[in-house]
């Protein structure tokens, strides 16, 4: 039945964006924290078990666990009250985790869902130091992306914030998914990579040129001066920094040509190998769509019914926007 999906639709778009996440996401859990030099001798190839959270081929992480809480629960609407409570199951009764238990948490996320936990407003909830910029809120947010994309731009930003803010409320972590959720719907709307890109980088310029965020553009410069492709790889990093992870992605997701190779060359760029993984392969899964996510990956995927269900629920909610 997946077979059957035309390439381009909306389905193929949502499930090819969510089945992108979570492969990309599976593809570098064995290899979080693997120096890149370890990595050039012996590449990531192909879905592998165990390494480092000793694991079964197709274990998806946090990352994917969340993007799923979010999607599960737009299917009700946008209420941020009910995406945190999902959080706080996930992290408590290992909801929308592969195996009953999640197994992977960052540090700000934690003590932001403990903050949930007492009932601290969800908008306030992240943390806003700036040492509280992790890839945190960037990995989990494109479900986002669909939910929006019909919006006004202002409305697209301000929704990506609120949802960043749950976990990370730095305006930093919030510029960051706020780029990242204008290219998805670039993508999304049929536009071409390069094209998306820099008309992402436009959008968020002029957008972010008001305060409080001003003061961060000079962080996203190497991203909006539209030509991160041109890098040389040594300058990429694949830290669990957001910035390092959305320039990572963009860098990835634009030398390549297909959706294996994109998540190919992020997971085995190493170090927050699971997060790059996600966040590009979100993207590359809405550009190349679920037909060209290789089927034994699909396949082998932790709860892929069960993804593909919430895929199929959530394409009809955001169909009708
Ligand atoms: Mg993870």
């Known amino acids: 039945m997946i077979n059957r ?84 199951r996930w992290l408590d009764e290992g909801y929308w985790t592969p195996y009953g238990e999640a197994f992977d948490v960052g540090g700000t996320t934690e003590e932001a869902i403990s903050r949930l936990k007492e009932g601290v407003n969800p908008v306030e909830a992240g943390g806003r130091h700036e040492f509280s910029n992790g890839n945190g809120s960037l990995m989990r947010i494109l479900p986002l992306a669909y939910y929006v994309e019909k919006m006004s731009q202002e409305e697209q930003f301000e929704l990506t914030h609120r949802v960043s803010c749950l976990t990370h409320g730095h305006p930093r ?20 990579p390069e094209e998306a890109y820099k008309g992402m980088a436009t959008e968020a310029i002029k957008y972010y040129s008001r305060l409080p965020y001003r003061c961060e553009l000079p962080h996203f410069s190497r991203i909006l001066e539209a030509n991160i492709r041109k890098l040389p790889e040594e300058s990429i990093k694949s830290s669990g920094y957001v910035i390092d992870t959305l320039e990572a992605s963009l860098w990835c997701f634009l030398n390549s040509k297909s959706y294996e190779e994109t998540v190919l060359k992020a997971v085995n760029l190493g170090d927050d190998a699971d997060t790059t993984g996600a966040v590009v392969g979100g993207i590359a899964g809405i550009y ?13 995927v932790a709860k892929k019914d069960d993804i593909i269900d919430l895929a199929r629920r959530f394409c009809k909610c955001v169909s009708g926007f």
């Open 5 to 88: 999906i035309k390439k381009g639709s909306k389905e193929d778009k949502v499930l090819g964006g969510l089945f992108g996440l979570a492969v990309g996401d599976a593809l570098g859990v064995p290899v979080e924290f693997t120096p890149r030099g370890e990595l050039k001798r012996q590449p990531v190839t192909d879905m592998i078990g165990d390494g480092t959270h000793g694991q079964p081929p197709g274990t998806w992480s946090d990352d994917s666990s969340l993007a799923f809480c979010l999607a599960e629960s737009l299917c009700r609407g946008f209420d941020l009250h009910d995406i945190a409570h999902k959080f706080c």
């Open 173 to 192: 972590s919030q510029m960051a998914c706020g780029m990242y959720i204008r290219y998805a719907i670039n993508l999304l709307r049929g536009q071409e």
């Open 288 to 300: 190349y769509g679920l037909v060209s996510i290789p089927e034994c990956w699909i396949n082998t």
